[in-house]
C-alpha cells in the first residue's frame, strides 16, 4: 500500500456494490482500470503521469492486492499471485471472460463512477484505460458514460479461443451500435494499443474495431517479432506497465505521448 501514498481512498456504490477508488490529483477524471493481477506499482506509475497533465486520477479496486509488486518473492510467488487473482475474477458474475456479444456486468458500476466522477470533478468528459483483462472495457463504457477519452491497451477479453473469441469486442450489439452512435455524434477517438506478438489480443480484434470504428479508432501496433529493432521481447503484453521503457523515440514512449495527448486535448483544452 505504500506505493499508494498520496491516494484517498474514496468508496464508490452502486446497486448494491461497493468498491474501493483510490483518487489523486484534481481536474478532469482519468479512470485507470488495472490490468491483472491489479494495481500494481506499475500502474500506480502510469496514473501519476496522467495526474502530472492536471487530472484527477482514481484507480478502481476490481482484484488483486492493491500497490503489490507481483514480482516480490520470486517466479513462484508471481504464478501464486497472478492466479489468485485471476481465478476469483474468472467464475465472477462480474466478468464475462469467454462469453460472445456481452457486456460484463461490472461495466455498470464503472460506467456510474465515470457519471459521479463527471459530476463532482468537472471538465467537458473523463478519460477511461483499460488494460488486459479489463483492456475492452474503457470502450463499452462509453455506451452510458460523459467518457470523452477512450483507451484500449492490449484489450484481451474475452479470451482469443478460436476465430469468434479472437474477433470479439467484448460487448453486446446494442452497447456497440450506442457506442458508434456515440462516436460519431462526439467526434471521439478510440485509442487501442498492443505488440505485434501478442497472442492475447490478436490482430482480428483490431481489424474489428477498425470495420466497426472507421477512422475513429486509431490502432497503435508495436512490433515484437523476433529481432525487432527495439529488442522489445516477443512476449510482450503491457504496452504502458510492465513492458513500458520509458526512452525517448522507444515506440512504448511513443503510446504513452498518444495516450497522454488524447487526455490533454479531450479534457484540458
Known amino acids: 500500500m505504500g506505493q499508494l501514498d498520496g491516494f484517498t481512498t474514496v468508496p464508490f456504490t452502486f446497486e448494491g456494490k461497493t468498491r474501493d477508488v483510490f483518487r489523486s490529483g484534481s481536474g478532469p477524471a482519468v479512470i485507470v482500470i488495472a490490468e491483472m493481477p491489479g494495481i500494481t506499482p506499475k500502474v500506480i506509475e502510469f496514473a501519476r503521469r496522467v495526474e502530472a497533465l492536471g487530472c484527477t486520477v482514481a484507480l478502481p479496486h476490481l482484484f488483486g492486492e492493491p500497490g503489490r509488486d507481483p514480482g516480490q518473492g520470486g517466479a513462484v510467488g508471481t504464478v501464486s499471485y497472478l492466479l489468485s487473482s485471476i481465478a476469483p ?13 456481452k457486456t460484463s456486468p461490472v461495466i455498470d458500476w464503472l460506467r456510474a463512477l465515470a457519471r459521479s466522477l463527471h459530476e463532482e470533478c468537472g471538465g467537458p468528459g473523463v478519460g477511461a484505460v483499460g488494460m488486459c483483462f479489463t483492456g475492452g472495457f474503457a470502450l463499452a463504457m462509453i455506451a452510458d458514460a460523459p467518457v470523452l477519452a477512450p483507451v484500449l491497451s492490449q484489450p484481451s477479453l474475452p479470451f482469443a479461443l478460436g476465430e469468434v473469441r479472437a474477433r470479439d469486442l467484448g460487448l453486446s450489439d446494442r452497447d456497440l451500435e450506442v457506442v458508434k452512435q456515440t462516436c460519431a455524434a462526439q467526434d471521439l477517438t478510440v485509442v487501442g494499443l498492443r505488440f505485434t506478438g501478442d497472442r492475447m ?5 483490431f481489424a474489428r474495431l477498425r470495420e466497426e470504428l472507421g477512422d475513429r479508432f486509431v490502432g497503435v501496433e508495436i512490433d515484437s517479432s523476433a529481432g525487432n529493432a527495439y529488442g522489445i521481447p516477443t512476449n510482450a503484453h503491457s504496452v504502458l506497465t510492465e513492458h513500458f521503457v520509458d526512452a525517448p523515440g522507444h515506440p512504448t514512449r511513443d503510446a504513452l505521448d498518444k495516450v497522454l495527448d488524447l487526455f490533454r486535448t479531450r479534457l484540458l483544452t
Open 89 to 101: 475474477a474468472c467464475v465472477s458474475r462480474d466478468f464475462y471472460v469467454f462469453a460472445t456479444g
Open 201 to 205: 489480443v490478436p490482430a482480428e480484434r
